[in-house]
């Protein structure tokens, strides 16, 4: 009797949360340990990547390292005259040694995305500068006059800095003048924010047409007899079976000028000349909208079949007319799966990039184009992790700003 | 198939309802068949009145064309020939909206996406009714089902008996003339179940409603119906009230369907006007009533196992009393429910009294009694 | 029995060694990367297979599309397992001034002196020379351009042309038509007056410009009538004819540029990658490779091996190098990224 009370005193003082706490502590235990290799995974493959690309983003190394000297000098220059002497010395010393290990190039090409031509000046000056004997100032001038140009020095001393917004803002086509004031780029040099809204306007118009095309057929899905239902459903992801460049492929066999789609309508006399339907955005478009459609209809047929055939009823029971009980009743209750179809198709229409390259024109290339120009041609991956990282940013802020308007139980996958 | 088969002798402890003033027939059908294929029919030329107030269950297990017949009345599904008459008009090519019939479903068909007061007000955006008028008959029938706090509540934050009172206010709101309802409880605990029904019986009463309630659970149709009409293979098999339906079957899916009951082989042995007497199985005879009206081939007795007793000293000497060996006993609380050997069957089912039954052990062989009364002769 | 079966294997190997180039390879495998199709098909009759042959290392190839991003990506892994890489003019300079190849040594090539201006480089050894030029369908034309001012002219030759989606080649043919000479085209280019000249021109023909990016689509433009002349790469026309096309080249005011044999930094094994370069360069191997397509050999030396039949085919013959500009890399690599943005403004409006 008094151990039993004894020992009933004593887990009485253990409070009965810390018990429960303990005793479910292996299960919780395993619980986490069952995540860790798919958290790993994420964060590896995902996150860090993306932090990679918006450090990329602002990286700014080439000439901070490649003129140590130079920067020093250049901190006492009033940023419009032409430097001294002491500058041309010390700028001599530097790409003296820039040319022995063979980096003047890189930070000749880092100049020329400001100055056009600064790559070969510097190039070309550090093959030769081993022989400059003072006064620098005038070997330098006399080696290119385009070294008396306060530009350059002054694109110089704005890169003393290892980050840099100067990516970034090219890529929302800004830029800094002479005196470091943010100014818009020429318009025949701001391409960026049109490239950015045509991304996102050929985004939203593939969204809308596979919304428009996929809704009835989700909703056919649904109120199908089983085996013309699987029938339809087979046809709805058979595309996906199919590798996005071959059904590219197949769209540019339809659209060209003599393609099917040409003669048919030829055939038909429903059109006397042959329609420009490749190469253009209409083209682009419909390709792309034929690609997503499955991501479209999928989350959108999977609400749709929670939602049970009882409610049409029951609206109409209650005194709807057909149109009404639909619109009121059953449509409101496919909005989640219509936000998460529209937003996947969104999201991933603004990452295309074969397709607009194949199909559309000029004037429909994306911003994924422009990327992978950066990345794979002009070996600019600071530039083309800035443009990755307005996509990012813009999709961001699309996604939040929905939530924030829509409600995350807006967003359902079924 | 029809509600007025006479009792020949009565015995039962309850009376049928007296024979109430006709009511005014507010749903007939007329010659009903219903076929989905074209090949088989569904609902087989069905005829069936529903009176002015009248609570009418349709029961019957799954496939048996009560819910098909439900959704006819209600304009979900056409009759593919036949009528259907609502107040004396023909509805069948009416669609529902135009019917008002309050419909309760099964899982109730709330609206998710709408508050527990806009699913009420529902139905009355559709009848031009004013603002004022709609919140006041909202929070009336919020009243009526006790949920009068509930309005601004969505569907998915009350219980599941919550939710059935906002389906049954929902379809009470506007009024209708007629209420349906498939199987509005199958979804709650057994003892939701029974207050609904009480509850739901109540407001019938009160608001002297016309329900057509469709069930396959004999004990709530027992319990609510004024009438009940039992369907098999697409065909009302009997249509009466709660009582008669019980005590009087007409055939052996109704006597089976309805209650526990024992079915044994049994041939006629002696029919004349005072006295109906039959041979079971193993040779011994019975008294028994309800005289076969056609062939005398394939007759089945009925006995209800409550109406078997140990026999007694002061029993009527009317009963008959037969040996049986005890098979097994299950101690149910208010009665042991006994298997017998006896009449060439080793599983006639008994529940007698607890009391009576003290004495009994499995393998005994004992004495029992059953009014012949009880003793119902079927011929299908 | 013995000593003279080891002595003959002896013979045999000594006999074989100044073939090898020096060095024992035998057993060894290099892997090569080149641009794939008939370009990469010529390379592997006209020197993989005979490299292989005659030194005993296995080669394996891999092909790319001529992405600098693949080799630097490589290096900075620091898994090179690239020994030579086939680079074009502009990615030769650019991997040069990146530092993502290896410097050449010269003694072990050749004499930069039997190079073409131009093609020898710190980095890369010249190879062939290829030209982008005007072709049009013979089939469907009968009476066909003849200088590259036909190309803007779109009374005498109505219809759609093809032009490669890129600054480069287009603002050089645009200057070349508008009566440029050709010695001070990257100089009038250099000007921002240039610059507007040069898209003045191309604007005349704006609307019946369809652009091409892929090499392959040239040829596809032509068969497929999209466009009535395009420009393209004269080997894409030459192998499109092998088909049964009847494509005909304007020789006038083509535009040569040169590929290039370079070795990524950090390579396994340097001196073969080396013996590689050095056999690929060799006159009688370059001239082989006209067999096959007709890219011209940058390197003097090799024109006497070249069949007189092939000659006629290469941008470099005499007939077809009437006028002719030479693309230069280091003006585009200055200037090629102000130029690109306004090109593809210019496209969009």
């Known amino acids: ?414 | 198939m029809n509600g007025t088969i006479p009792l020949s002798h009565h015995s039962a402890s309850l009376e049928p309802p007296q024979a109430e003033p006709a009511r005014k027939p507010l749903v007939q059908f007329q010659s009903v068949k219903k076929s989905y294929d074209g090949k088989s029919l569904v609902v087989k030329d069905l005829n069936l009145d529903v009176g002015e107030g009248e609570f009418l269950t349709m029961l019957g297990p799954s496939g048996s064309g009560k819910t098909t017949t439900l959704m006819m009345l209600g304009g979900f599904e056409r009759p593919t020939s036949g009528h259907i008459l609502l107040d004396g008009k023909a509805v069948e090519k009416l669609p529902p909206e135009k019917r008002n019939i309050g419909f309760v479903f099964q899982n109730y068909a709330l609206f998710p996406h709408m508050t527990v007061a806009e699913n009420i007000a529902f139905p009355l955006r559709y009848r031009n009714r004013s603002r004022a008028e709609t919140q006041a008959r909202v929070a009336r029938a919020l009243s009526m089902v006790h949920l009068d706090t509930f309005g601004d509540r969505k569907p998915g934050q009350l219980s599941g008996g919550q939710q059935q009172r906002v389906a049954l206010a929902r379809a009470l709101v506007f009024e209708p003339s007629l209420v349906l309802m498939d199987e509005p409880l199958g979804a709650l605990d057994k003892q939701l179940r029974e207050h609904m029904q009480f509850e739901i019986k109540k407001l019938q009463v009160e608001l002297g409603i016309t329900m057509v309630y469709v069930t396959h659970d004999q004990s709530e149709a027992l319990t609510m119906s004024d009438r009940i009409a039992v369907f098999h293979d697409g065909m009302i098999q009997q249509c009466a009230d709660p009582v008669t339906l019980y005590n009087a079957p007409v055939n052996r899916f109704v006597a089976s369907f309805i209650g526990d009951n024992n079915l044994l082989p049994c041939q006629l042995k002696l029919a004349d006007k005072d006295r109906l007497r039959v041979a079971m199985a193993d040779g011994s005879e019975l008294d028994a009533i309800n005289p076969p009206a056609g062939r005398m081939k394939d007759l089945s007795l009925s006995i209800r196992p409550e109406r078997i007793a140990v026999a007694g000293k002061t029993s009527s000497p009317l009963n008959n009393r037969f040996q049986a060996r005890v098979g097994s006993l299950f101690f149910q609380g208010d009665h042991v429910r006994l298997t017998l050997e006896a009449f060439g069957s080793d599983a006639l089912v008994a529940h007698v009294a607890a009391r009576d039954a003290a004495g009994l052990r499995a393998g005994d062989r004992a004495a029992f009694e059953v009014p012949f009364a009880d003793c119902r002769i079927l011929e299908a | 029995m013995k000593f003279y079966r080891k002595f003959g294997m002896i013979s045999a190997f000594a006999l074989a060694l100044p073939m090898m180039a020096g060095t024992a390879l035998a057993g060894s495998s290099l892997t090569v990367m080149s641009f794939g199709g008939a370009y990469q098909d010529a390379q592997r009759k006209a020197v993989f297979e005979p490299f292989a042959a005659a030194s005993g290392a296995k080669i394996s190839e891999q092909e790319y599309g001529g992405e600098i991003a693949k080799i630097k990506a490589m290096i900075d892994s620091g898994n090179v397992t690239i020994d030579a890489v086939d680079v074009d003019a502009p990615t030769l300079l650019q991997g040069c001034d990146e530092g993502i190849f290896e410097t050449i040594d010269w003694s072990v090539i050749g004499d930069k002196s039997e190079w073409i201006d131009g093609t020898t480089s710190d980095c890369g050894v010249g190879t062939i020379v290829y030209a982008t030029i005007l072709a049009y369908d013979g089939a469907k034309m009968k009476d066909g351009p003849k200088t590259i001012a036909d190309l803007f002219d779109t009374t005498k030759y109505p219809g759609k042309r093809g032009l490669w989606k890129n600054p480069a080649t287009n603002l050089e043919f645009a200057l070349l038509a508008d009566g440029v000479p050709a010695g001070e085209v990257y100089k009038t280019l250099a000007t921002a007056e240039g610059q507007d000249r040069a898209f003045r021109k191309l604007d005349s023909i704006k609307k019946d410009i369809v652009w091409w990016e892929a090499g392959a689509q040239a040829p596809q433009l032509l068969a497929s009538g999209e466009v009535a002349l395009t420009t393209a790469w004269n080997g894409r026309i030459f192998n499109a004819n092998k088909e049964g096309h009847d494509f005909r080249i304007v020789w006038d005011n083509q535009i040569l540029d040169s590929n290039y044999w370079a070795i990524p930094k950090g390579v396994k094994d340097k001196a073969a990658a080396m013996d590689f370069v050095k056999f690929a360069a060799d006159p009688k191997n370059l001239a082989a490779m006209t067999k096959y397509i007709p890219y011209g050999p940058v390197r003097k030396t090799a024109a006497e091996f070249v069949a007189k039949e092939d000659a006629a085919n290469l941008p470099t013959s005499p007939a077809n190098m009437t006028i002719a500009l030479t693309l230069d890399n280091g003006f585009w690599a200055d200037h090629g990224d102000e130029i690109r943005k306004r090109f593809t403004t210019w496209l969009a409006q």
């Open chain 1, 1 to 414: 009797m008094s151990t039993a009370t004894l020992s009933l005193g004593r887990s009485a003082a253990m409070p009965l949360r810390q018990a429960v706490r303990r005793a479910e502590r292996p299960a919780r235990n395993l619980a986490v340990l069952m995540v860790v290799p798919a958290l790993l995974f994420v964060i590896i493959t995902f996150f860090v990547p993306i932090l990679k690309l918006l450090a990329t983003s602002v990286q700014n190394p080439e000439v901070a390292s490649g003129l140590p000297q130079t920067m020093i000098m250049l901190k006492d220059w009033d940023g419009h005259s032409l430097p001294d002497e002491k500058v041309f010395a010390a700028l001599a010393a530097d790409l003296d040694a820039a040319h022995k290990t063979s980096s003047a190039a890189s930070i000749g090409k880092r100049l020329n995305y400001e100055i056009p031509g600064a790559r070969s000046l510097l190039v070309g000056t550090a093959r030769v500068v081993s022989a400059f004997s003072p006064p620098y100032r005038e070997a330098f001038l006399a080696r290119d006059a385009a070294w008396g140009n306060p530009e350059i020095w002054s694109v110089i001393a704005r890169n003393e800095s290892r980050l840099t917004p100067f990516y970034l803002m090219q890529a929302v086509d800004l830029r800094q003048d002479a005196e470091g004031h943010l100014q818009s780029a020429p318009a025949d040099e701001a391409i960026f924010l049109d490239v950015l809204g045509r991304t996102l306007a050929v985004a939203g118009l593939v969204t809308l047409s596979t919304l428009i095309l996929g809704y009835p057929v989700a909703y056919m899905l649904t109120q199908a007899p089983a085996r013309i239902a699987a029938l339809m459903m087979l046809m709805v992801l058979l595309p996906l079976w199919t590798s996005l460049l071959v059904r590219t492929t197949a769209w540019v066999v339809l659209l060209q000028t003599d393609g099917v789609i040409n003669d048919i309508l030829i055939g038909l006399h429903l059109t006397a000349e042959r329609l420009q339907l490749i190469f253009t955005r209409f083209g682009t478009v419909l390709a792309m909208t034929h690609i997503q459609l499955p991501f479209t209809i999928l989350p959108i047929y999977s609400v749709m079949r929670t939602i049970p055939a009882t409610h049409l009823r029951a609206a109409r029971s209650l005194g709807a007319p057909p149109v009404a009980a639909f619109w009121r009743i059953y449509a409101p209750q496919t909005i989640p799966g219509v936000t998460a179809g529209c937003l996947m198709t969104f999201i991933l229409s603004l990452g295309y990039y074969i397709t607009p390259a194949l199909v559309g024109g000029p004037r429909d290339q994306m911003l994924s184009n422009f990327i992978s120009t950066y990345i794979n041609r002009d070996l600019n991956w600071n530039f083309a992790a800035a443009l990755g990282a307005v996509l990012l940013l813009v999709t961001l802020g699309i996604y939040g700003l929905f939530l924030k308007l829509a409600g995350a139980d807006k967003i359902k996958l079924g």
